[in-house]
Nanobody, 119 residues
Framework: QVHLVESGGGLVQAGGSLRLSCAAS????????SSWYRQAPGRGRELVATITASGHTNYADSVKGRFTIPRDNAKHTAYLQMNSLKPQDTAVYYC?????????????WGQGTQVTVSS
C-alpha cells in the first residue's frame, strides 16, 4: 500500500555532505516510523536514523552529530542529511517505513541508493 522511492546517492569526498530523499506514495496514513538503514559489503543491515510520527528522532552512535533525519510531511518525504562524511559511511542506504493499521504493523522498503565516500 506504500511505495517508497529513494534518490540522492552518489560519490563524495570525505568531509563532504549529501542528502538522501525518500518519497512515500499510496496509503501513507498511519506511518509510525520512518527510518534509514545502511548495508556495506560483508556486513549486516544496520539502523542509522529514525523519526517517529510525533517527530522524535534517534541516531546510531556512529552518525550522531553528523547526520539528521528531517522530513516534509506535506510532501510525504523523509530525508537523511549527511555531513562530515567518512569512508566508513560507504554503503547502500535503504529507506524504511512502518505503518500500523488493522491491529498489525506493515513494513516497507525503498530500493536502496549507493553512497560512496572517497578518502
Amino acid at each position: 500500500q506504500v511505495h517508497l522511492v529513494e534518490s540522492g546517492g552518489g560519490l563524495v569526498q570525505a568531509g563532504g555532505s549529501l542528502r538522501l530523499s525518500c518519497a512515500a506514495s499510496g496509503s501513507t496514513s498511519g506511518i509510525t516510523y520512518s527510518s534509514w538503514y545502511r548495508q556495506a559489503p560483508g556486513r549486516g543491515r544496520e539502523l542509522v536514523a529514525t523519526i517517529t510520527a510525533s517527530g522524535h528522532t534517534n541516531y546510531a552512535d556512529s552518525v550522531k552529530g553528523r547526520f539528521t533525519i528531517p522530513r516534509d510531511n506535506a510532501k510525504h518525504t523523509a530525508y537523511l542529511q549527511m555531513n562530515s562524511l567518512k569512508p566508513q559511511d560507504t554503503a547502500v542506504y535503504y529507506c524504511n517505513a512502518v505503518q500500523f493499521v488493522k491491529l498489525a504493523e506493515r513494513e516497507y522498503w525503498g530500493q536502496g541508493t549507493q553512497v560512496t565516500v572517497s578518502s
